[in-house]
């Protein structure tokens, strides 16, 4: 049976989700900007490359950091017991 979350873990997931999107929003921008002054791509194609890069590394890194759960959708695996 899944319990869910108290507040204090409702939280703290959310500061992990939070710490992960802002790496990822600098890193959006330092790719874009790496690609489009130093690379000489254009500026739309950049942005369509940093896009992946950093959608993959938002994934990894909720994976990571344990946001987001791979169990096969088992919810008695989610809390850890």
Excluded at 32 to 41: G, I, N, P, S, W
Aim: proline letters at 0%.
């Amino acid at each position: 049976m899944h319990r869910g979350l108290n507040f204090k873990q409702f939280v703290v997931k959310g500061i992990k989700f939070g710490i992960v999107g802002a790496i990822g929003t600098f890193l959006n921008l330092g790719i874009l900007f790496a690609l489009t002054e130093y690379v000489h791509v254009y500026y739309i194609y950049s942005e369509v490359v940093a896009i992946v890069i950093v959608f993959g590394f938002n994934y990894i890194g909720n994976i990571l950091v344990g946001n987001i759960k791979i169990d096969g959708g088992n919810s008695e695996k989610m809390q850890g017991s």
